[in-house]
């Protein structure tokens, strides 16, 4: 069973950067999707973006341009750079990987990550 941990959540003003890290417990290699989503407090959760093991990449239209999601297998790790933060991409934002690949379908993924927290201030 794959455990994901996200990390590098934070503060920032508006206009921002910040980088999200998901690390996977073992190999995700060719045998996963691994996608970004976002909660915001009151509000359900939201796609971002996901990543195939080719590559292959898709974003929520709120984040294109913006947001970029990356993977780097030789250290099973899940990146998302999120560049011109808004006050509205305030929320936890959640890792989730799955071998089936649901894209940006959430409600299919079976792995799921804690969590980390972003506050962008206008």
């Known amino acids: 069973q794959v455990q994901l941990r996200e990390s590098g959540g934070g503060s920032v003003q508006s206009g921002g950067s910040l980088r999200l890290s998901c690390v996977a417990s073992e190999y995700t290699g060719n045998a996963y999707c691994l996608g970004w989503f976002r909660q915001a407090p009151g509000k359900e959760r939201d796609n971002v973006a996901a990543i195939d093991s080719d590559g292959t990449t898709t974003y929520a239209d709120s984040v294109k341009g913006r947001f970029t999601i990356s993977l780097d297998n030789a250290k099973n790790t899940l990146y998302l750079q999120m560049n011109s933060l808004k006050p509205e991409d305030t929320a936890m934002y959640y890792c989730?990987?799955?071998?089936?690949?649901?894209?940006?379908?959430?409600?299919?993924?079976?792995?799921w990550g804690q969590g980390t927290r972003v506050t962008v201030s206008s």
């Open positions: 989730a990987a799955d071998p089936l690949c649901p894209w940006l379908s959430q409600a299919e993924y079976n792995y």
